[in-house]
């Protein structure tokens, strides 16, 4: 378990520069036509590369890839996993407090998901999530 | 004076999406023909405005305004205000730690500064902080 003060920095970042998603991916394989696709994800620049992983194996929970871009991004798509992130910093997130708790919802909902009306429910909280962060008032587009 | 877990938690953010800066700005009305500028700036979408704006509250040293792109910017510019941010930050910096670090010399330095001499360390020193913004490695431009 990271002290206080480590998850309260990946707390900041995360805020300033992270990204908190999850959306009905369509797949036939799938019981109602759709997988729910979650994810969690830092960016940076490839310039502090090197202190850059530092924070990610602090986190130790997901992948650090290369974009196309050049950018970097370390994602944090397991359930589990992304289950263990945001509780360590939900106490600590502002800016995306209510993408945290919606998350979280998402994910424990998920696991008791039995039939359709579950998954109706689910769908109507994914919907509320993409709203969260495509608000109206976005006025720019960044690469979160 | 904020609690470690604050101070952390504006630490992650300037790392993840901050710009801690200094230039020589041409002046003819300073002794050397150049003003020492120095400036530290949080960034974010207008859609968390009322979010950000708790989070600059937090912090209490600078200005916050909307850029013409429409991006928010918190701006930090007065050099008291400067150390009193970096000293803060300092201890929980990750990815800008050269960058607080050298800041803090320079601004002690330029406090200290009496004739031609010190001014040209401190021209160095600006030139070796520009080097550290602007590395040969850094393949994108973003917004900082």
Redesign the interface.
Known sequence: MLT???R???????????SVYVRLKPNASYRFGYQIAPYVA????????K??E??CNLIGLGKLRVRK???LEYTIGRTEAIKEFLYMVEP?V??K?NQVNLMLEILERKERSRDKKDFLVLAELIERFRELNY?K????H??H
């Open positions: 206080k003060v480590k309260a920095y990946i707390a900041g970042f995360l805020d300033a520069d992270g830092l960016f940076q620049s490839q310039k502090d590369r202190k850059f530092e924070i871009d050049g950018i600590f502002i800016l407090r608000s008032k976005r006025k720019y960044n690469i």
